[in-house]
């Protein structure tokens, strides 16, 4: 499960970062978040965050830091999205990568005390 879900967010990370470089439906995302400014860095990190959550497969290592940033990254979406006033339906994704970056968090933290 934690392969699983480890190459199902690094996968989702890769492709939401990319596509907040190129998209531009994605990219007008970010000017009603009010976060045009900062979208380039927020997609960088992303993309920063998929690359290690699929290296740490090779590099367990990196499993830690590359989960606490996208779990992160989710956490500050959630406040993002409660900000301007979005449905909780808009922010079941935020939600849900949450849940799955903390799990995989968990998990690594776990496999680093045994």
């Known amino acids: 499960m934690f392969h699983a879900f480890t190459i199902f967010s690094g996968g989702s ?57 996208l779990a992160t990254m989710m956490g500050v979406a959630i406040i993002v999205r409660v900000n301007i006033g979005d449905t909780l339906l808009q922010m079941l994704p935020a939600i849900a990568y949450l849940g799955v970056n903390a799990y995989l968090l968990w998990i690594a933290i776990a496999r680093t005390l045994v």
């Open 13 to 69: 990370f890769l492709i939401f970062g990319a596509g907040y470089l190129f998209s531009p439906e994605l990219q007008r995302e970010f000017v009603r978040y009010g976060l045009a400014r900062v979208r380039v860095a927020v997609a960088l990190l992303q993309i920063a965050g998929a690359a290690g959550q699929l290296l740490s497969l090779v590099y367990p290592s990196l499993a830690i830091p590359a989960a606490l940033g």
